[in-house]
Structure formats: C-alpha cells, structure tokens
C-alpha cells in the first residue's frame, strides 16, 4: 500500500468542487487550476490483478461499432534529466540498450495487436514518444519500418514522432523524412534561460534553431511543446515564449501544456526546499493558460489536441485530417482501443487497462524470456462505459450528441455525472449545440477540473491519490531519503520501497 501522507494542497482528497460564483477564479467555481492533467484514466490499484484476467481482458475487448486503433510505442532513453518531466521515471540514461530495445518494443506492440480483436483494423495514427526517442539512433529506421508494417498501417495513418532538441542528430531527422513522417514534436518548455536552468534545461536554444532548420518543410506538422506554470514563470515570460514560436515560419503547431507537479517529485522536492522560485499566483497561471488559448484562437489556429493548436494555411488538408490529436495518448471513449509498448506505456481497450512496468531492465528481461511485463496493481480490467463523458475536455472533437445519447441511453452515465455537466454549462465551461458537447475558452483553462468532476467516484479517487502519491515522493526527496535520480518517479517501485521504510536511490 502506498503510505498516506496529508498534503497541503487544496484539491487532494476534495470532492466534486461546489459552485461558488463569486469565490473562485473567472467567476467559476475554482480557485485554483487542476493539479494534474496527465493520469486521467486510472482507477484505483487492484492488489488481486492477475496477468490471466489482464490477457482475458485484452483478447476479450469488443471490437464494437465506432471501434477506432491507435499505437503508442514509448522509447525510455533520455541525455538529461529535466526537472519538470512527467516522464523521467525509470528514464534510462544507458541508451547504448538501443538495437536490443527496438527489436524488443516493435514485438510488444505486434504481439499486442494481434491479441485483440482489432487486428487488421485500419491504424489512425503511430505515435513514438519519450523520453528520447532520438537516442535510438540509426535504429529508428528498423523501427519506423516494423510499425509500418504492422496489419492495418496505410498511407492515412497519421504517424508522429517526438525527439529532444539538444539530443537530435541530422541523420534521425533525415530518417523521418524518408519514412514519410507527418509530425514531428519536440519540447521548448519556456525560452527563458533562467526558468531553463531551473528545469534542468540547457540554456542555450542555438539547438532549437540548427534543428528547425534541417526539418523546414521536410515534415508537414512541426510542433514544439510548451509549459505554463513552472517557476520562477509570470504572465509576461509565457506571453513571450508563445509569441515568439507563433512568428516563427518553420512552426505550425504548438502544445502548450499547464505543469503538473504531482507528477515531477523532483521540481515538488526544490520548491518545499526553496531551491526554486515559486510557480506563479493561482490567479496568474489562470491568466497565462487563458492568454495562450485565446491568442492561439485569435490567430486563426485551431485546435487540434488537448493542448494543441494547428496553424492550418500552407497545410495540405489531407495530413490535417490524419491529425489524431492525441498528445495525451489516453483513449478518446470506450470503444477506442490504443495499443501502447515500452516500458511505462499504458494501453487502453474496451473494458481494458493495462500498464507495463516502469523499470527498463525489468521490461527487457520480461520481453526477452518471452512474457509481457505488465505492472498488475495498476491493470484493471472493469469497464469504464463512461469514458467519453470525462475525456471530451481533453479532445478537440468534443463529445458528438450521437455518442452522448447513445451512452444515456445504455445508463453509461450517472445522474450525479448529468448534473455536474449541467452545472458545467451553466457556468460557461462547457457549450452545447446540436452538434454535442465541446469546451469554452474559459473550458479549457480548468479543462483538468472538469476531468476530474465528470468522473465517478473510483476515477476521482486515483486522480487524488497519485497527486498525494507526487507530494509523499517530492518531501521525501527534499528529505533526502529518496535520492532525486530519474528513477525517483518510477512509484511502482520507489513508492513500495519507501512504504517499507527501506531508504532507496530511487
Ligand atoms: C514526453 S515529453 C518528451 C519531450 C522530449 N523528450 C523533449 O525533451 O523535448 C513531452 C512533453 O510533455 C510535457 N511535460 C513533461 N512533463 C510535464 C509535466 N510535469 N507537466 C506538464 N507537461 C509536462 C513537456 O512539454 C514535454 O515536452
Ligand atoms: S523533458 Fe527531459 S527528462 Fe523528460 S523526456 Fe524530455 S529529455 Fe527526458
């Protein structure tokens, strides 16, 4: 069990926030932003997972009307490790692994895919996440091609991969386009060199220029990632770093993503340790996520992503409609299934979630001895029906009137569930038309609230507990018995480590 600590932030353990018009930040009922906008589709562990029911769930998961396929291949390597990152846990900075590892996840996502019930279905997009997935180097060609040639990849499906400006060689920016990727991504963060050297970032952004350089017009979606609420960041910094990639010709999508500490123990351990600047007031951070949505809107963008927004002139129309716009890379609704490989990764089936162990060496080892590595107290195997209710803040699709009669009229949703999206409308959070349901500017600001509030009880539940789970980590480290390593932030195994009273280097 992981050790319960009390934190001090307002929103662990809250339920569903009351109206309060006049008390909360826009009017709304808030008066804070959401403290995490990352793990939304968890549910609490389940200690009596068994891999037979994780297998049964997957090779069960119906392949129903509306079923849509999505891959996520997560590649472990990093150079740096980079204060702020949601995804440094279990990291691995031995990236000389590469050939072993591409080999390795390239036969996880088939092995997966052909246990379910979507095999052969038409893939909608491919994404290659980090970590780094630049640090497999010249493997990446392997890659791109086992992944292209899995049943059901054409020439519509979308495939994205990320790298890391100060890491990236030519040569891999060279495969990408020779293998005809449609999105390239990469993280900014802020332009600020002082916030930057908070984060652990290099300073100097000459890595940003020489790369945009080799990719102009070789890619036809360039986006760069950015992150509001880091500290020592105000209004006038974020307004800035966002201008600034806006003018620039060679960018034409951008993620603007809200920090979230809970899951950056590391960044939580320098702030309780004054270390680090504050993060802005809750007021200001609210300000900078409304200027970055409204600005991106005012400037014909569109959005296309959960925090993403597309400058659509000069696209060709046709790689616009591949965008699948899942830089969460969670599952939209129910009957979407995402195939995820790789250490960390996290599937998403009907009646399915299956999480792979963090730790790398473990992954391997598993792969190799012919078993997938699942981390089982995290895999649960009920059905969430409700998923498209709370996901629509998250995709830019909205939530279609077809899908949401459909699902009242199954009883996918609670009455509570009904009144907390009422309550939402009113306010202003949410619009709906006869189209559906889809967000207001005001809506996307405290997107994560609405998240959080739209699910039942179970699903609040572990939002809140791995936002506790980050603040235990974060004073630990600042007590310095968990050693602040990228493998800090692997909670399978540092937080059992520490339940037991064991010191660990993380
Ligand atoms: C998976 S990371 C990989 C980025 C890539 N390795 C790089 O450094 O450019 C993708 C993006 O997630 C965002 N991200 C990471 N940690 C985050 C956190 N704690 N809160 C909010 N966004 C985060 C960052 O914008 C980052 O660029
Ligand atoms: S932000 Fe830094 S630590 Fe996180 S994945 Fe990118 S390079 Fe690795």
Redesign the pocket.
């Known amino acids: 069990m992981v050790r319960r600590a009390r934190v001090s932030d307002p929103s662990v353990g809250a339920s569903v926030a009351a109206p309060q018009p006049d008390g909360g930040l826009f009017h709304t009922r808030y008066a804070s932003l959401a403290r995490n906008?990352?793990d939304y589709w968890m549910l609490p562990d389940d200690p009596e997972m068994t891999e037979r029911r994780v297998w049964s769930a997957i090779e069960r998961a119906p392949r129903l009307a509306d079923a849509s396929l999505q891959v996520y291949v997560h590649v472990p390597f990093?150079a740096?490790r980079?204060r702020?990152?949601?995804?440094s846990g279990g990291n691995t900075l031995d990236f000389k692994q590469a050939e072993r590892y591409t080999r390795l996840v390239a036969l996880q996502v088939r092995d997966l895919l052909e246990r379910t019930q979507m095999k052969g279905h038409p893939i909608r997009s491919i994404n290659i996440?980090?970590?780094?997935p630049d640090l497999v180097g010249s493997h990446i060609d392997y890659l791109l091609r086992a992944l292209r040639d899995l049943p059901g990849c054409t020439d519509d499906t979308e495939v994205a991969v990320?790298?890391?400006?100060s890491t990236v060689s030519r040569a891999f920016i060279d495969a990408l386009a020779r293998y005809h990727v449609t999105k390239a991504s990469?993280?900014v963060?802020t332009l600020d060199t002082k916030v930057r050297g908070y984060m652990r970032q290099p300073r100097s952004l000459r890595h940003l220029e020489r790369v945009l350089d080799w990719i102009d017009g070789r890619v036809p979606v360039v986006n760069a990632?950015?992150?509001t609420g880091l500290p020592g960041q105000n209004l006038r910094t974020a307004q800035r770093d966002l201008q600034e990639l806006m003018d620039d010709p060679r960018i034409n999508c951008i993620?603007s993503?809200?920090?979230?500490?809970a899951?950056?123990p590391s960044l939580l351990a320098g702030l309780a340790t004054g270390d680090l600047p504050p993060t802005a007031s809750a007021p200001e951070q609210a300000l900078m996520r409304l200027h970055t949505y409204g600005t991106l809107q005012r400037s014909g963008w569109i959005r296309r992503g959960t925090n993403t927004y597309v400058r659509t002139d000069g696209l060709d129309p046709r790689i616009l409609a591949r965008l699948a716009g899942n830089e969460c890379i969670g599952a939209s609704h129910y009957e979407a299934f995402l195939i995820a490989a790789g250490p960390q990764a996290i599937s998403y089936l009907p009646g399915a979630r299956v999480e792979n162990a963090v730790n790398i060496d473990r992954w391997l080892t598993a792969m190799e001895a012919g078993e997938h590595p699942f981390h089982l107290p995290k895999c649960s195997d009920l059905a969430q029906r409700d998923t498209a209710l709370w996901a629509f803040p998250l995709r830019w699709e909205g939530l279609s009137q077809a899908r949401f009669d459909r699902m009242r009229t199954s009883n996918a949703i609670t009455g509570t569930q009904l009144e907390t999206l009422a309550g939402l409308e009113r306010e202003g959070l949410v619009v709906h038309s006869s189209k559906g349901y889809e967000l207001s500017l005001l809506g996307e600001v405290f997107m994560g609230h609405l998240v959080h509030d739209l699910k039942q009880d179970a699903g609040r539940q572990a939002v809140d507990d791995y936002v506790e789970e980050g603040h235990v980590l974060g004073k630990a480290i600042s007590a310095g018995s968990v050693v602040d390593s990228n493998r800090a932030n692997d909670r399978q195994v540092t937080l059992s480590l520490l339940n037991a009273g064991r010191p660990t280097d993380g």
């Open positions: 906008t990352i990093c740096q980079c702020f990152c949601a995804f996440g980090g970590g780094s990320e790298f890391t400006l990469f993280g963060q990632d950015l992150i993620s993503y809200l920090l979230t500490p899951a950056a």
